[in-house]
């Protein structure tokens, strides 16, 4: 072993046996120092480093882990950040928690440490879902909002989200500022722990009922929903908050045949009957389609733990159960809503969605034929919300998404939000059997017909420890020094850095700067319209490359040839970059 390392360990795990820390954590450390040398250096080699997004790590004891303390520290880090920011107003912060072990005891140690700083804590009573946390931000008048969730990560995880006073996930300059006074928090001597508990105000089913009532004035089609309120509908939510609010909200729009997965309903931090609560896994949602098969469903819907991204699965023209991932959700449901604003007179030219660099283009195209405008942003939903706070009172934000299951519509909340998208993929769905007697899954293939059939794939490589990061940095470099003159045959046109914060028009050999932060990403477009992107992950050891190709698509019977064919030149890309 490394001996200033472990010197470094011994140093940090005597600390805590000598300082104040509880019995049962002293006792933890105690064990590992006799018992599990390699537990102890990975519970103390290092901070759990708090990201622009928060907190995400393993629970357990130790600087390098989720646990009472570092969570205690996060907070009295943000809670100094934010008096800097806003002075002498009456401070005020609303936090929420997801279903996973030990989230409402974090949840309750960052109000403490809140009120003990003199804020008016708002927590919510019970688990509530991500979303409505961004809305209560807004609604109540906080400046920050804090919920306790790892989203879909492993029952292991847990996490720290922290918002904004527009309820979004925080963003330049305050993400890295945030980042600074967290960091300055080396002692829990420096944390308030006690006092200000009567500061502390529960929220819930009053908050719960102002969430919903917004959520129900985007509702765009009532008639078709009352004339398809049988619509059987099969939801589950993974053991997670979910359940809380999305089987009621669905009643309350008008779906009367909702059935909710009863293994699955109980919310448990353990996720028992899933390998992972990822509704981007087809295992995640098997509970609920077997469920589905039983009674004759024709929709599943699941979500994940904190209920801000949704699955589904429609049935295709043989009667089985078809999966759909995020970029098809999204168009669907792009499609599906500025087709009613625009039957509904309310396109005035002053709308527009937002889609991230790396979600599907037939969202864009989708956007054009509307004569919507539409933002191409950075990944991650924090960057929509950007969008949407800078075109506040100018223009209107109809709805906008992610490939990783993520969409929201409306602004009322500023994150992606699963409840409303449960609901509008139900509406959706009743609007297409009502108009067209189309399912989803055909009502899918019409839009591929008349955009073109965009079909993406996503491919993530996993690279272990410090020699990963270094050969994750390399493949970057490498793409940079060495970009591929063409793909499968079609001449690369343009070359995007996002690092750079420049567009390589390879035609022309002129460059156009990109006006979006940088970040570490490229993209390879061809002349058949062909995008490779290229991404490090910013909180898990792996680079990922997203492939996006397009295919005409004359008539529904063609799709399965022409899906195979953009399958089959997925595949071959991945060869010839040398991915696979």
């Known amino acids: 072993m490394n001996t200033d390392l472990d010197a470094l360990v011994n140093q940090k795990a005597e600390k805590w046996l000598s300082g104040d820390y509880d019995d049962v954590t002293k006792e933890e450390i105690r064990r590992m120092m006799k018992d599990d040398r390699k ?43 934010i008096k800097l920011q806003f002075g002498d107003e009456k401070l005020k912060v609303a936090i929420a928690y ?45 400046q920050s909002g804090v919920v306790i969730t790892a989203s879909h990560n492993p029952k292991e995880y847990n996490g720290y989200k922290a918002y904004w006073n527009d309820g979004a996930q925080v963003t330049a300059p305050h993400d890295t500022n945030i980042i600074g006074e967290v960091n300055k928090i080396e002692s829990l001597d420096q944390v308030k722990w006690t006092g200000g508990e009567e500061n502390i ?32 509908i099969v939801y589950t939510p993974l053991h997670g908050t979910g359940g809380v609010l999305v089987p009621e909200f669905l009643r309350e729009v008008g779906f009367r045949n909702v059935t909710v997965v009863p293994e699955q309903a109980v919310p448990d ?45 429609v049935r295709n023209e043989k009667g089985e159960f078809v999966l759909l991932n995020g970029n098809q959700t999204a168009a669907i449901l792009t499609y599906y809503l500025l ?24 969202l864009a195209r989708i956007a054009e034929s509307f004569g919507v405008p539409y933002y191409n942003v950075l990944t991650g939903f924090k960057f929509i919300a950007e969008v949407i706070r800078r075109e506040e009172g100018k223009t209107r934000f109809i709805g906008g998404g992610e490939e990783s299951y993520g969409f929201l519509v409306g602004d009322f909340v500023r ?8 609901a509008m993929i139900a509406e959706a769905a009743a609007w297409a059997k009502e108009q067209q007697g189309l399912s989803l899954y055909a009502l899918l293939k019409k839009i591929y017909v008349q955009y073109g059939f965009y079909k993406e794939s996503l491919l993530s490589i996993t690279k272990q420890g410090k020699d990963g990061q270094e050969a994750i940095r390399q493949m970057m470099t490498d793409l940079r020094a060495n970009p591929p003159k063409s793909i499968q ?44 992107s290229a991404r490090p992950s910013g909180t898990e050891p792996k680079i990922k490359f997203y492939f996006g190709v397009r295919g005409d698509l004359c008539c529904v019977e063609k799709y399965d040839e022409v899906d195979r064919q953009l399958t089959e030149k997925i595949e071959a890309i991945k060869r010839e970059l040398g991915l696979i």
């Open 39 to 81: 537990g102890l250096v990975e519970s103390f080699y290092k901070n759990l480093e708090f990201g622009t997004g928060g907190l995400r790590g393993i629970m357990g004891v130790g600087t390098n882990r989720m646990n009472a303390y570092t969570v205690a520290m996060a907070t009295q880090g943000l809670a100094n950040y």
């Open 98 to 142: 997801d279903s996973r072990n030990n989230s409402a005891e974090f949840a309750d140690i960052t109000a403490r440490v809140f009120a003990a700083n003199g804020f008016t804590v708002y927590l919510f009573d019970s688990l509530r879902p991500t979303p409505e946390l961004s809305f209560a931000v807004r609604q109540l008048g906080c």
């Open 201 to 232: 105000v529960r929220i819930g089913k009053d908050l719960d009922r102002i969430y919903m009532d917004r959520l129900r004035t985007l509702m765009l089609s009532p008639e078709a929903v009352a004339r398809h309120a049988d619509l059987k």
């Open 269 to 313: 931090g353990n996720f028992p009957t899933v390998k992972s609560p990822n509704p981007e896994e087809q295992s995640a949602l098997q509970m609920a389609i077997d469920l589905a098969v039983k009674e004759g469903a024709e929709l599943v819907l699941a979500t994940d733990p904190d209920a801000d991204r949704v699955g589904i699965a």
């Open 339 to 362: 087709t009613r604003w625009k039957e509904l007179g309310k396109l005035d030219g002053k709308e527009f969605i937002v889609k991230t660099i790396v979600t599907s283009e037939l």
């Open 415 to 422: 994150d992606k939000d699963a409840v409303i998208s449960c």
């Open 489 to 532: 045959g079609s001449l690369v046109v343009e070359v995007r850095d996002y690092q750079e914060q420049v567009t390589h028009d390879l035609k022309t050999g002129t460059t156009l700067p990109i006006e979006l932060p940088k970040s570490n990403v490229l993209q390879f477009l061809t002349e058949d319209g062909t995008i490779v």
